[in-house]
């Protein structure tokens, strides 16, 4: 799960990050306003953790405009502000959810992970890819009674295929997703080929089928079975 965290407060955002990249997330911090814009429109995230109180900016006003143009996209507001009708007033402007200062970080990022399977799943910690059963709580990948023996970077690729079955994902999409926003500024992407190509070889083993399709020019998307 790939996670921006909008917090201006410097020491707390940092906090914040560095229990969520031990709990597995991608995170990637936004100190204002104009940052958070920047990089929503310039990066792809599951879940956008949202202070309200910025210093170039409201943070609804950014609420807003999520929910008007990246439907797709969960939203948890964090904020001082933590009276019912600060609640109420988020929640209806289309907020996920809502968590007042101070709050725990283990609260925090099981309430991430609720947005997130609701967005993607509907609720389910379960995604089924013809022969293979991904389980996001337990984070294995089954065929059959079998456990895949993927690495976490692999596990977290087919994932990313899974919620995006329909999409062509460039080799760009894919790295930012794992490995976060600043590879961009690598000057190849020709790692993720080596990534794609042991994912592959590994589902082909244990199904006798090859999931991905390759989109030559473009990039990589789940096959239609």
Do not use: C
Request: proline share 1%.
């Amino acid at each position: 799960m790939k996670v921006l965290i909008v917090e201006d407060q410097v020491e707390l955002a940092k906090n914040i990050e560095d229990y969520l990249i031990k709990e597995g997330f991608q995170t990637s911090i936004a100190p204002d306003f104009f940052t958070a814009t920047d990089k929503l429109a310039a990066y792809e995230y599951d879940v956008v953790i949202l202070d309200l109180m910025l210093p170039d900016g409201n943070g609804m006003d950014l609420l807003y405009s999520l929910r008007a143009n990246r439907k797709s996209i969960g939203t948890l507001i964090l904020s001082a502000k933590n009276s019912i009708d600060d609640k109420v007033r988020g929640l209806d402007a289309g907020a996920d959810d809502y968590l007042g200062k101070p709050f725990h970080l283990l609260e925090l990022a099981s309430r991430l992970k609720a947005i997130y399977r609701t967005r993607k799943q509907e609720s389910s910690n379960e995604i089924q890819l013809d022969k293979i059963l991904i389980d996001t709580d337990k984070k294995e990948v089954k065929v059959g009674d079998e456990l895949l023996d993927l690495t976490k970077k692999e596990y977290e690729m087919l994932l990313f295929f899974a919620n995006n079955a329909k999409r062509v994902l460039t080799k760009q999409n894919i790295a930012e997703h794992l490995w976060g926003d600043f590879i961009d500024q690598s000057d190849s992407f020709d790692f993720v080929y080596q990534h794609i190509k042991n994912l592959r070889k590994k589902i082909q083993k244990a199904t006798g089928t090859d999931l991905l399709e390759t989109v030559y020019g473009v990039g990589y998307k789940l096959k239609t079975l």
